[in-house]
Every structure is written in C-alpha cells, then in structure tokens.
C-alpha cells in the first residue's frame, strides 16, 4: 500500500487549499484516514480523521476552516482549508489504516505536503 499526499503550497492568510491523499495498491477497505501535520519545532498533532462510516474529527484549532472528505471510488481522502492563517503552516502528513485484499491490516504515512501561509 502506498499513500501519496499532494495539493501544499504557499497562500496567503485568507486563502484555501485543497489537499488530497491517494492509497494506491491491493486495498479491501479503509478503516481511517488522517491528516497531521507538523510545523517546526512542533509535535506532529492530528488535524483531521475519517473513518468508514463517514465519521469525522478535528482538532480544535481548525474546526469551521478546514473539512475532511473522501473519493470511495477512489481511495481518496482530501483535506479543504479554508480562512487559512499564518499559524497553519506546517507539513501536512496523511496516515491511513487499511484492510489489503489478503485480509492484513497496514497503517502507514504519506509522505508530507508543506503548506505555507503568508501574512
């Protein structure tokens, strides 16, 4: 199973960005989808999750901005930014725990996507 993240870049405060994570390979299910992210000198901390029943979470500090979302179809999970601040800026990481088709589970990371926000 691979995961790839892509969509960071640089913004300026007030704008959006769109992030996506496509897992790729023999895949049965996913159980969860996860955003982190981590600025620098920080901890990575969780900014939003997915499960399969569509159940969503987010941290605290980007509930109302930020909207967790997935392509079933797809095996895709997108992270929408909006009202983006300054204090946003981190590298944003994907994890997902997934079912292959030989019934093992696999938890793994994407690589990460910098998101920069210019004041």
């Known amino acids: 199973v691979q995961l790839q993240a892509s969509g960071g870049g640089l913004v300026q405060a007030g704008g959006s960005l769109r992030l996506s994570c496509a897992a790729s390979?023999?895949?049965?299910?996913?159980?969860?989808m996860t955003w982190y992210r981590q600025a620098p000198g920080k901890e990575r901390e969780l900014v939003a999750g997915i499960i399969s029943d569509g159940s969503t979470n987010y941290a605290d500090s980007v509930k109302g901005r930020f909207t967790i979302s997935r392509d079933n179809a797809r095996n895709t999970v997108y992270l929408q930014m909006n009202s983006l601040k300054p204090e946003d800026t981190a590298v944003y990481y994907c994890?997902?725990?997934?079912?292959?088709?030989?019934?093992?589970?696999?938890?793994?990371w994407g690589q990460g996507t910098l998101v920069t926000v210019s004041s």
């Open positions: 994890n997902a725990d997934v079912i292959t088709l030989k019934r093992a589970q696999y938890i793994g």
């Open positions: 390979g023999i895949i049965f299910n996913i159980n969860r």
